[in-house]
């Protein structure tokens, strides 16, 4: 854990921040009988990720992307408009809470997936 000395631009008061390699990424373990993967997701990749997917280009041609595909599976199904600065105010308040479990799933074949903040 890194210790890290600011100092408050307003009061010229320092306080302590204490940054850890844990509160900047999300947790992915998957565990199966096979295999055991560990994926760290920082929540800047995170950001980005929202950035890009949920652009106005990539929802534009997600539809006809798939459009074919949904024609020969005959399934009817629209993508939904979802507007990233929705999104990025709750990846904010996520890295409010370092810790908590996201996902805790255990399944009949021993396959366990666990995601924490």
């Known amino acids: 854990m890194v210790k890290l000395w600011i100092l408050n631009r307003q009061t010229a ?52 992307w798939t459009k074919e595909h949904f024609k020969r599976k005959e399934l009817d199904f629209t993508f939904p408009q979802i507007d990233k600065s929705v999104l990025k105010p709750i990846v904010k308040e996520l890295k409010k809470h370092k810790g908590m479990v996201l996902v805790d799933v255990k399944a009949t074949d021993g396959t366990e997936v666990r995601v924490k903040l």
């Not at 008061?13 to 055991?36: C, D, W, Y």
């Not at 950035?51 to 280009?57: G, L, N």
């Not at 929802?59 to 006809?64: F, G, T």
């Open 13 to 64: 008061i320092p306080f302590q921040s204490s940054l850890s390699n844990g509160s900047l990424m999300i947790h992915v373990k998957v565990k199966t009988k096979e295999a055991r993967f560990n994926i760290p997701i920082p929540y800047a990749l995170l950001n980005v990720a929202i950035s890009v997917a949920f652009s106005k280009f990539i929802q534009k041609h997600a539809v006809k």
